[in-house]
């Protein structure tokens, strides 16, 4: 049996005693038991026990801490409703100063008018807010009513199987099952997924508006499961972090019942609120429920909100009253150096019970608080009623303006809180985002460097300041296609048939019509009302190549037609690692078109009798595969380098190689002989035709969908696909690259170091499936991969010459890009011996097995492996204004409105984008401030 409660004690008191080396922060989420919850150390880490029946008194005791599923968003109840709101509406100096009459009225020697015709008044302004407010809160009342009572599939420990239970009923420990399209209804660890790798994909518009798939993974050890995961076989304890509002971080571990220990991040989690896409089933164990999930943690909850123009009203009421005090004071004191005239009392005046009549102070203090009710009208008390009606017209007519209607998503706009509507009429200052607010986000392959020599794709830009938006016929579609290289796929190596292929497309991002977390049990398939939201457009996908590019590549091509020794090659081998790069070094997921959004695999290769993979590597080898990875991929010059590929050009390539079509007839030639004399190693009878077929998968579409977290690597895979490097499947072992020629590289992915603003990178360590090499690829901002370089042997003179002058052309050409407004990423990578990976590896998965300094710890690795990089080049990426935006922030400044807008670009970028925005005016001096401390900017 995993970890107990009574047990907890216990055993980590005698491994404390046999190990006094740890330290307490090591041992404290199992120090003691749950009911010891209130000490200190638990405060910090949340021990979970799964309901399933194996570890019941455990998880009764610990769900007694626990919250709920259950959510309430609404900021009254039955009860509280009625002090609660007029302790809202007392905050309104008008309703206290109406208030304060009513009471004066109810004094018989100050009453002017009935005691209830005074308070009709108050009532009715008090009324009407409250059923304002009621009605507000009773929406959401509503709403909570809808989630709350919103059906999943939860573990029942009696029944053993999954039964349709609503989300108020969930508790942490249980065991959830959900279905493509359902939401998330808690904070759920992933330990079971459909997928054949162990991958589940988010759609988490309800949280961040990002429409792009995010990836979980299961927890390791989980993943390889080939049968439905039994949750009463579970005896796992969890202990993880306690409920915080962070969504990009987690941490945690799980014990197992021989005390070994699993670690797990945000990788492994699934959060309140988001959409299971891609995925028929899914299984976990809910660890944060209701309002401890971490969306409910970032939502503050109900608060009274007040304009802008509630709260000076309230000052122009203290002002008004203040000029009713001076009047009345006035009219006090006349009144008493009146009734002072009179030799006796004034004939008006009635003398009280006892015959005695006002004394003149006492008559002039009466007036005073009479002649406050008799002025009351200098503050109307219709005031608030009139601006509570003012307000509802003015959400009437917003509701229904057609300018503020979103035709993409069919949605009119939607007032969320009706108090302070007229607040965007008093707007001052305006803090803007730039990707995706100011721009469109769409990501455009620009131009590129690669060894210091800079290819400006002017045919790419021409198209990119020509392009309009416009929705495609398939006519419009085809005059479009020569945008895009067609791969040369192999099928006899004596004959490269050519067979164009369709632009790539990049999936339409479905987004759920969602109302409520409500869900859809329809297991993949989507509402027709669904809105279609990121959509990619042609202007996304397709990359003119730049045409001297181009003619490496073809050049590429022909040297490795060509075998012989005595020939330069003048193409350098970074144009194959910079395309690859482009291809792997990304997260992105490949669908095909016919079924958007579903992982593509690549099945793998049935290898012919006789060839073995050393043979193919030694072909490959002599076709400098390597070199030729930097191949060809536009229409225009796909038919030349097919035609270089002919019969008698591959007959060539066995005669040098030395191979023989059949048993009988073997090609020999000096070439050949020349070559073996070289060291090179004869294959037997095995045919060329043969190897290129059991590395070449034709069966596979050529038209793909690719879905991005960010809209940059999605630019960098069409760039790579351009020239015809083309993603055909990833899965999180495992990434395929379909080279020019069609042929298919599956690269064994070891690790994947995600991108994170400290280190403003992000890497892919592979494992060559020709070379067998571990190769580190790395993208990332200049200002940090220029500083991971690594430095030239000083012994190799020209070497250092070499890398230093590529090191300063490519700066150089960074600088300009910049300069021009466009997004850059330098591309690098760095190859690894055995025992450095698996010293590094160990290291790592260390850091990932720990709980306490993991963020650290994983970051310290990360450090470790991307240093003494390769510089291959660097990328130029295009993201343009959306329409309007110049004219909008002209127009705003002129108003008088302060626009400030914060990004993450270079300097010189930002500056850019500035002046193209019109943020800044030519004239305008700019004064530029550059520290990496807060006290100098002080």
Known sequence: ????????????????????????????????????????????????????????????????FYSGNRIQTTKYTWFTFL???????FHRLGNIYFFFLVVLNWFPQVEVFHKEITMLPLIVVLLASMIKDAVEDYRKYQFDKMINFSKTRVYDKEERAYVERCWKDVQVGDFVQLQCNETIPADILLLYSS???????????????????????????FSSQNTLFEPEFFQNTIICEMPNNDLNKFKGYMEQPNHERIGFNIESLLLRGCTIRNTEAAIGIVIYAGHETKAMLNNNGPRYKRSKIERRMNI????????????????????????????????????????????????GIYMFLTMIILLQVLIPISLYVSIELVKLGQVFLIHNDIDLFDEEADLPIQCRALNITEDLGQIQYIFSDKTGTLTENKMVFRRCTIDGIEFSHQENARRLETHKELDLDDEDLAKLQHFTLPPMNIERPATYKQRTMRPLRRCQSARAHFQGHTRNRS??????????????????????????????????????????????MKTSPSLTDFFLAL??????????????????????????????????????????????????????????????????NTEEHLAALGCCDNDDDCCTSSRGDELRGKGSTDIGSASLDEVFKSVTNNSLPTDFCYEAESPDEAALVYAAQAYSFTLVSRTPEHVTVRLPQGTLLTFDILYTLGFDSVRKRMSVVVRHPLTKEIVVYTKGAD?????????SAKADISAEKRMKRIKEKTQKHLDYYARDGLRTLCIAKKVLNEDDFQKWANFRREAEAAIDNRDELLMETAQHLETKLTLLGATGIEDRLQDGVPDTIAALREAGIQIWVLTGDKQETAVNIAYSCKLLKQRDTVFTINTENKVNIE
Request: aromatic fraction near 6%; include cysteine; charge should be negative.
């Open 316 to 363: 122009d009421i203290f002002l008004c009253v203040g000029l009713l005090f001076m009047m009345c004071l006035v009219g006090a004191i006349g009144h008493g150096i009146w009734t002072r005239n009179f030799l006796e009392h004034p004939p008006y005046d009635v003398p009280d019970e006892n015959g005695d009549f006002l004394s003149p102070v006492l008559a």
């Open 83 to 89: 002090p609660q709101n007029l302790f809202e509406q």
């Open 195 to 221: 997928d054949q790798n162990g991958i589940c994909h988010l759609e988490t518009a309800n949280l961040d508006g990002e429409t792009n798939l995010k990836q979980r993974q299961v927890v390791t050890g």
């Open 523 to 568: 297991l993949g398939r989507r509402d027709s009302n669904q809105s279609q939201v990121a959509f990619s457009s042609t202007i996304e996908k397709d990359v003119t190549p730049d045409s001297r590019l181009l003619r490496r590549v073809r050049e590429a091509a022909l040297q490795t037609e060509d075998l012989s020794p005595f020939i330069h």
């Open 783 to 791: 200002s940090v991969i220029m500083d991971l370089l690594e430095d």
């Open 1 to 64: 049996m995993a970890l107990s409660v009574d047990s907890a004690l216990y055993r980590w008191q005698r491994l404390g005693a046999e190990s006094p080396s740890q330290t307490l922060s090591e041992l404290a989420p199992l120090l003691f038991s749950v009911r010891d919850k209130a000490k200190l150390n638990l405060d910090k880490w949340r021990i979970v026990f799964p309901n399933n029946g194996r570890q019941q008194k455990d998880w009764k005791q610990a769900s007694t």
């Open 583 to 648: 291809a792997i070094c990304n997260t992105v997921l490949v669908s095909t078109a016919t079924e958007p959004r579903q992982r593509v695999t690549v099945p793998p290769p049935i290898k012919p009798s006789g060839i073995t993979l050393e043979k193919i590597h030694q072909i490959f080898q002599r076709l400098k595969l390597a070199s030729l990875s930097q191949s060809l991929s536009s229409s225009q010059s796909s038919s030349d380098l097919g035609a270089s590929f002919n019969a008698k």
